[in-house]
């Protein structure tokens, strides 16, 4: 009898030790999260000083942007009051991302409407297309991507290329494809 009160004693005892180091290990986990916490608000305040809007944050009523006008007005706004920007950036970190792809993919549609998309390129090098570069539709995805926990050492050539491949992927977007059309075709048919 003594000898199985000690057995079990022995298994209560590596139990608890168990217990103990996994309770311990879910304490450091909440300890690292609130410091990546505490960081992430940090440098939302260090990109974004004195401006202090929990997220999500609309967009202003103008976006998403319809054309080549409506996106010098924006940069003229921006320009002039720069509370607008920090409300474009708190909107688009709201919205957030894992990569920078995602990032991009879930944030542009919000910006310009995807027949403006087909108009512009990130540096417009071809005499039709639109430079986004120095916009405030760049500059605010680049400031939002850098805020993005999970986006922010990305570089500005990530969010160049991967802001050119969604805008290279509008005419697909339109349905203006083949693939897309066919695609289009199929559906209409599959309905009637």
């Known amino acids: 009898m003594d000898v199985a009160l000690r057995a079990m004693d022995a298994r209560l005892q590596a139990t608890l030790k168990t217990m103990g180091h996994k309770v311990l290990n879910v304490q450091q986990d909440i300890k690292q ?33 319809k054309d080549g006008e409506e996106l010098k007005e924006m940069d003229q706004l921006v320009k002039s009051d720069s509370g607008v920007f920090k409300q474009i950036v708190k909107a688009l970190v709201g919205v957030g991302g894992n ?45 939002a991507v850098k805020m993005n926990f999970a986006t922010k050492e990305c570089t500005e050539k990530d969010v160049e290329s991967s802001m050119r491949k969604w805008l290279q992927t509008s005419r697909d977007r339109a349905g203006r494809s083949r693939y897309g059309q066919k695609k289009r075709q199929e559906r209409d048919n599959a309905t009637i």
Not at 100 to 129: H, Y
Request: charged share 30%.
């Open 33 to 65: 999260m609130s410091k990546s916490v505490y960081k992430t608000e940090r440098n939302m305040d260090l990109i974004l000083p004195h401006f202090k809007v929990s997220l999500p944050t609309e967009l202003p009523a103008a976006f998403p942007i």
């Open 99 to 143: 990569t920078i792809d995602e990032f991009i993919r879930r944030t542009m549609p919000r910006l310009m409407k995807n027949e403006f998309a087909k108009c512009c390129s990130v540096f417009g090098k071809k005499d039709d297309k639109i430079r986004l570069k120095d916009t405030v539709i760049f500059n605010s995805v680049f400031a």
